[in-house]
C-alpha cells in the first residue's frame, strides 16, 4: 500500500543515512590520524569519575552516591549542591529560562514535547549530564504537554464541530507506544552512549527531512486550496453563504473557509460544522451503506445522535486516558525504575528477579490488552458511524482490522525508537501521523495528549529518585508551561487566520533537525572532555 511504501522509503533512507554517517566518520579519522590514535573503546573511561566534598572519594553518580551534592559539575571534577539561579551558574540558568520558554511553545505548537532540544541543552547550556539532563528535559516535557492539552482541550476541530484531539485514535496508538517505549528503554541500558547519541542523530535526521519534504506538500495543498477559494468566491459570492437545502460547495473550497472561521482558544466562538443542514459544511455525504451489524457491538445511533456526540465534551474518553496512566504508573512503581526503587522494596523485587520480570510482563499485558480493546472499538464505532451514513471530513480516518494492525505495529516501532533514543515518542509519532494524512492541526493535538501520559510517569520517577534538583524541576517545569500555553495559542491563532497549517509541519521539521544537529554537538562536547575515550557494551541487569 501506499502508507507501507512511505513507511519502508523512511527506513531505506535511514539505512542510507547511516552510511553517510559512517562513511563521514572514517574519512574524519583517515584525516585525522593523530585523533584516531587517541580513541580507545572499553567498558570504563577516565574522566566519568567526579569528587564527592563528603568524604574525597571519586564517584561515577553524584546523585546515587554523593547525596548531600547531588549535582555533577564536570569542569570542577566535582559534585555540588546546585541550586537554581544561584550565583555559579545565575548567568546559564537565566539564558536556559527564556530558551525554555521560547522552545516550549514552538515545540507544543508542533505537537512535540521538546525532548530532543532540552536534553543536548541540559548537558551544553546547563551543563548538567546526561541522566540530569534527562530528568530535566521529562519534568520540562511534562510541563509542556500539560499546557499544550489544556489548549487542546479548549479547542475545536477546523473542518467539524468536535473537539481538536482526536481521543479514540489516542486511546487505540497510546498503549502501543507506551509499550515500545518501554522495550526502547530496555535496549538503551545495554547500549553506550555513544551509540546512542548516533541512532539519535540519524534517526531524527531521516525524520526531519521526510518531514519537511511532508511539509512542502502541505503548503502546495493549502495554496491550491485558497486559489480555488478566491475563485469560487469571485465567481459565484452569494454560494459562501448557501440556502437550506443547497448542496454545500466542494470539499476543497471550503476547508480553507472553515479553518480560517474556526473556534477561538477559549472556545467561545465556534463557526465550524454544526448539524444544521442550513450551514456552508466541509463534510463529505456519505449515504448509509449496507453493513452486517449483527457481530458489531454498540447502540445504534442516527446521523443527528452521531453528530451530536461528536460535539459534546469526552468525559468518559479522558476517564478511559486516565485509567491507562494509573494503572501503568502503579505497575511502574511497584516494578522500579529510573533510578527509583521498588515500592515493594529490593528485597521482594530485586532487579532483574523473577518478580521484576513477572511485573514487566505485567505492563506488557496490560498495554496490549487495552489497545486491543479500543483498537476494536475504534473499527466497530466505524462500522456503526457507515451504517448510519455519518458524513466524514479532510482527514478522518477509516479504521479497520487491517489498518489498525499495521499502524498498531508502527507505532510500536516508534515507541521502540522513542525509548532507545531518550524522547517523548511526538518527533517520531508526529510524523507517522503526518503519513497517515492526519490534518496537521489534528495531529499535533493528538500526538502532544499521548505525550503528556508517556512524560508524566518518568518525570514523577526521576524527580523523586533524586537524580533531578527539585527547584530546577518544579522551576523549568513552570516555564514551560507558561511557553507552552502562550506559544501554541498565538500560534494556533495565526494558522487558522492565514489557513497556513503547513507552518505546523515546517516547524516541527526544523525543531527534529535541529535536535539532531544539537546532539552530535553534545556528543562531540561530551566526549572530547573525555579524550575520546567511548565505552563499551553494557549488561542488561
Not at 44 to 73: H, I, K, L, N, Q
Not at 189 to 206: D, F, H, Q, R, S
Not at 376 to 393: D, F, T
Not at 418 to 445: C, E, H, K, Y
Request: proline share 5%; charged share 15%; net charge neutral.
Amino acid at each position: 500500500s501506499k502508507a507501507t511504501v512511505s513507511v519502508l522509503n523512511c527506513f531505506i533512507t535511514t539505512r542510507t543515512m547511516a552510511r553517510v554517517v559512517l562513511l563521514c566518520t572514517v574519512g574524519a579519522l583517515l584525516l585525522c590520524p593523530e585523533d584516531a590514535a587517541a580513541i580507545t573503546f572499553n567498558g570504563t573511561c577516565s574522566g566519568s569519575e567526579v569528587t564527592c566534598p563528603t568524604d574525597g572519594a571519586e564517584v561515577d553518580s553524584c546523585s546515587e552516591e554523593c547525596s548531600a551534592y547531588p549535582v555533577t559539575d564536570e569542569d570542577a571534577g566535582e559534585c555540588i549542591d546546585r541550586k537554581v539561579f544561584g550565583a555559579t551558574h545565575r548567568a546559564r540558568d537565566i539564558v536556559a529560562f527564556v530558551v525554555w520558554f521560547l522552545g516550549a511553545g514552538m515545540a507544543m505548537g508542533a505537537g512535540v514535547g521538546g525532548g530532543g532540544i532540552f536534553v543536548p541543552l541540559g548537558i551544553l547550556l546547563l551543563g548538567f549530564q546526561t541522566k540530569v539532563a534527562t530528568g530535566l528535559s521529562q519534568a520540562s516535557i511534562f510541563g509542556a504537554s500539560t499546557g499544550g492539552l489544556i489548549v487542546n482541550m479548549r479547542n475545536r476541530h477546523p473542518l467539524a464541530n468536535r473537539p481538536i484531539i482526536d481521543l479514540d485514535m489516542a486511546l487505540f496508538l497510546s498503549p502501543m507506544e507506551m509499550a515500545g517505549a518501554v522495550v526502547g528503554v530496555l535496549v538503551q541500558k545495554a547500549l553506550p552512549e555513544w551509540v546512542v547519541i548516533l541512532l539519535m542523530a540519524v534517526i531524527l535526521g531521516v525524520t526531519g527531512v521526510k518531514t519537511l519534504r511532508k511539509g512542502f506538500d502541505v503548503r502546495k495543498k493549502d495554496a491550491a486550496a485558497k486559489e480555488k477559494t478566491q475563485a469560487a468566491a469571485g465567481d459565484a459570492p452569494a454560494q459562501s453563504e448557501p440556502a437550506e437545502g443547497r448542496p454545500p460547495p466542494p470539499v476543497e473550497s471550503v476547508e480553507v473557509a472553515m479553518s480560517d472561521k474556526g473556534d477561538n482558544a477559549d472556545g467561545k466562538e465556534v463557526e465550524s460544522v454544526g448539524p444544521s443542514p442550513a450551514t456552508a459544511s466541509p463534510m463529505v455525504d456519505a449515504p448509509a451503506a449496507a453493513v452486517d451489524l449483527s457481530k458489531v457491538k454498540g447502540k445504534e445511533y442516527s446521523v443527528q445522535e452521531w453528530l451530536d456526540k461528536d460535539a459534546a465534551t469526552p468525559y468518559k474518553k479522558y476517564a478511559y486516558l486516565a485509567l491507562l496512566w494509573c494503572a501503568l504508573f502503579l505497575l511502574q512503581v511497584f516494578k522500579g525504575g529510573k533510578g527509583l526503587k521498588s515500592a515493594l522494596g529490593e528485597d521482594v523485587v530485586p532487579n532483574c528477579g523473577a518478580v521484576y520480570w513477572l511485573l514487566l510482563a505485567a505492563q506488557f499485558v496490560w498495554l496490549f490488552g487495552f489497545g486491543a480493546i479500543m483498537g476494536r472499538r475504534l473499527v466497530n464505532k466505524g462500522l456503526r458511524r457507515q451504517a448510519a451514513g455519518v458524513p466524514m471530513v479532510q482527514g478522518d480516518p477509516t479504521w479497520d482490522y487491517a489498518k489498525c494492525f499495521f499502524y498498531a505495529k508502527w507505532t510500536f516501532v516508534a515507541g521502540i525508537v522513542a525509548g532507545l533514543i531518550g524522547i517523548g515518542g511526538g518527533m517520531v509519532l508526529g510524523p507517522l501521523m503526518l503519513q497517515m494524512n492526519i490534518l496537521p492541526q489534528v495531529s499535533t493535538a493528538t500526538t502532544a495528549t499521548m505525550v503528556v501520559l508517556t512524560s508524566s510517569s518518568v518525570a514523577i520517577m526521576y524527580i523523586t529518585s533524586g537524580q533531578v534538583p527539585i527547584d530546577y524541576a518544579l522551576t523549568f517545569m513552570a516555564v514551560a508551561f507558561c511557553g507552552a500555553v502562550l506559544g501554541k495559542s498565538q500560534l494556533d491563532k495565526y494558522v487558522k487566520k492565514h489557513n497556513a497549517t503547513y507552518v505546523l509541519v515546517f516547524i516541527l521539521a526544523t525543531i527534529i533537525l535541529f535536535a539532531s544537529s544539537v546532539v552530535l554537538i553534545a556528543g562531540g562536547v561530551k566526549y572530547s572532555k573525555r579524550d575520546w575515550c567511548f565505552e563499551g557494551f553494557n549488561a542488561l541487569c
